[in-house]
């Protein structure tokens, strides 16, 4: 039986499996801002799981999962995925414009 598994080499250099960690990291002149940059670097296995699911919709879908992780990389746009966050998850500080209000009884 051949081995027709679509995620035989989703590493897109098998000789080096950091090659994926360097070519995410490679991005960062992206990452505008020091949030930014705080937040893109604790999210590499998010972006990789994405990544695979991808590939997976690929395959299922009947074409050859031929998508390179530095292609993939290419076409996010990280202005936009950090945009579309809470400002908590952006570790931005909302609470000087909220402040807390004790009620008085």
Same mark, same amino acid.
């Given at each position: #039986? !051949?081995?027709?598994?679509?995620?035989?080499?989703?590493?897109?250099?098998? *000789?080096?499996?950091?090659? =994926?960690?360097?070519?995410?990291?490679?991005?960062?002149? =992206?990452?505008? @801002?020091?949030?930014?940059?705080?937040?893109?670097?604790? +999210?590499?296995?998010?972006? +990789?799981?994405?990544?695979?699911?991808?590939?997976?919709? #690929?395959?299922?879908? $009947?074409?050859?999962?031929?998508? *390179?992780?530095?292609?993939?990389?290419?076409?996010?746009?990280? $202005?936009? *995925?950090?945009?579309?966050? @809470? !400002?908590?998850? &952006?570790?931005?500080?909302?609470? &000087?414009?909220? !402040?807390?209000? &004790?009620?008085?009884?």
């Amino acid at each position: #039986m !051949p081995n027709n598994n679509p995620f035989a080499d989703w590493l897109y250099d098998d *000789e080096d499996p950091s090659a =994926q960690s360097a070519a995410y990291f490679s991005n960062q002149n =992206q990452w505008k @801002t020091p949030n930014m940059k705080k937040y893109f670097q604790g +999210q590499f296995s998010n972006i +990789q799981n994405q990544y695979m699911g991808q590939l997976g919709q #690929m395959a299922h879908g $009947g074409q050859a999962a031929t998508l *390179e992780f530095p292609d993939f990389l290419k076409d996010i746009n990280w $202005g936009q *995925e950090y945009g579309q966050l @809470t !400002p908590m998850q &952006r570790g931005v500080d909302t609470a &000087r414009f909220n !402040p807390f209000t &004790r009620w008085m009884t």
